[in-house]
């Protein structure tokens, strides 16, 4: 989350972590969250340099404390689970214009537009 979202809101950080848990729960991209997320060019951790430094600590705090909510929201039966972005399993910046404009955007939240795209 800190990585992707850290200037999201609570809510644009919970979309991003379901779209990282849909995709670990299609297996598409890996059967873990840090194989989804470590995917290439996927997530901003498989494009960020390895030197990276934390610099602000409350930022960080809240988004590890959002990531666990995440997962403990995905282990629920999946009727029983808070949705933020139904079906999306990609975003993107909406400054930029992804590859896959054609698929069906779900939503945006802030700076992030949230696509059904598989």
């Known amino acids: 989350m800190y990585l992707e979202a850290r200037s999201e809101t609570t809510v644009g ?3 991003v972590a ?4 849909r995709r670990r729960e299609r297996g598409q991209w890996g059967d873990t969250v840090c194989k989804v997320v470590a995917s290439p060019h996927q997530f901003a951790i498989s494009t ?6 934390i610099d ?15 997962i403990s ?5 999946a009727q029983a689970r808070r949705l933020y972005v139904p079906h999306a399993d990609h975003f993107a910046s ?6 896959w404009p054609s ?4 939503t945006t939240i802030g700076d992030h537009r949230f696509y059904a795209v598989n």
């Open 48 to 53: 960020t340099p390895g030197n990276f430094e």
């Open 94 to 99: 909406v400054t930029v214009a992804p590859g």
């Open 13 to 15: 950080q919970m979309a």
């Open 18 to 21: 379901e779209v990282a848990l």
């Open 56 to 70: 602000n600590l409350g930022a960080f705090q809240k988004a590890w404390k959002i990531a666990g909510e995440s």
């Open 103 to 106: 698929k069906r955007a779900v």
């Open 73 to 77: 929201n995905w282990e629920l039966p």
